[in-house]
């Protein structure tokens, strides 16, 4: 275990699939009534978001093949495609039960390694053609 304690197989999900606070809660909200289907409306309201977002979290979560939807309009349900993933959501729901903050800036220190990767490109860039580099 390292960064406050979070598992790395959840650092390594994390990483994989959950760029947001709001993805997180859309599934867990899902593996914790797996026995249902959810409308991005019905998880809009549950998670008090737009539905709009919701929509966008399910559809996404739904490409990661971490929920599975039928109908039009789409329901979703939990049903993650391996046994590794469905293993490692169960530690990320254990994790965030318990050390919450620490899973939150986990995933808050994510994007920001990203704009800094991508605002280093253009320095990089920059020096190259003024004659820097």
């Given amino acids: 275990?390292?960064?406050a304690g979070i598992?790395?197989?959840v650092q390594?999900?994390?990483s994989m699939h959950i760029d947001s606070?709001?993805?997180l809660e859309v599934l867990l909200l899902l593996r914790a009534r797996a026995d249902r289907e959810w409308t991005a409306h019905e998880v809009s309201m549950e998670l008090r978001i737009t539905e709009a977002s919701a929509e966008a979290r399910l559809e996404d979560l739904?490409?990661?093949r971490l929920l599975v939807s039928s109908?039009?309009?789409p329901s979703y349900r939990y049903s993650p495609a391996s046994p590794e993933d469905a293993q490692s959501v169960s530690e990320?729901?254990?994790t965030y039960s318990t050390r919450r903050v620490s899973v939150i800036s986990f995933i808050f220190s994510k994007p920001l390694d990203k704009v800094r990767g991508f605002a280093d490109a253009f320095r990089l860039k920059r020096d190259k053609d003024e004659g820097n580099g």
Avoid: H, N, T, V
């Fill in 71 to 73: 109908g039009s309009p």
């Fill in 12 to 14: 390594r999900f994390l």
């Fill in 92 to 94: 990320l729901q254990d």
């Fill in 1 to 3: 275990m390292s960064d």
């Fill in 7 to 9: 598992p790395q197989r």
């Fill in 21 to 23: 606070i709001e993805k």
């Fill in 62 to 64: 739904s490409a990661r």
